[in-house]
Nanobody, 123 residues
Framework: QVQLVESGGGLVQAGGSLRLSCAASGRTFSSYAMGWFRRTPGKEREFVAVISRGGGNTYYADSVKGRFTISRDNAKNTVYLQMNRLKPEDTAVYYC????????????????WGQGTQVTVSS
């Protein structure tokens, strides 16, 4: 069983930056690929980024590529999402998720989910 807790969300002006953190419980954190997803009212959950178990491979949605960076520190059981040059369309609740399978963009393959953290970007 893995518990995930996101933090770092808030209100920022367009063009600003935020760093989200996702703290995981348990001793098997390194066994999971970790993903970030986001959800806006009226829209389905959207893939944002994923990082492999050892952190050697990453993949991003086209909408955030070049602006967001996913990273992980397995010694701290934490995955991060650095968000730069934020846009109003980035406004959403951001969720981290863990999968014991192959790193994937498909939310249905993730085993554990955090409660989410709100990111609001004003214009």
């Amino acid at each position: 069983q893995v518990q995930l807790v996101e933090s770092g969300g808030g209100l920022v002006q367009a063009g600003g930056s935020l760093r989200l953190s996702c703290a995981a419980s348990g001793r098997t954190f390194s066994s999971y690929a970790m993903g970030w997803f986001r959800r806006t009212p009226g829209k389905e959950r959207e893939f944002v980024a994923v990082i492999s178990r050892g952190g050697g491979n990453t993949y991003y949605a086209d909408s955030v590529k070049g602006r967001f960076t996913i990273s992980r520190d397995n010694a701290k059981n934490t995955v991060y999402l650095q968000m730069n040059r934020l846009k109003p369309e980035d406004t959403a609740v951001y969720y981290c998720a863990a999968t014991s399978g192959v790193a994937t963009t498909t939310s249905g393959f993730y085993d554990y989910w955090g409660q989410g953290t709100q990111v609001t970007v004003s214009s």
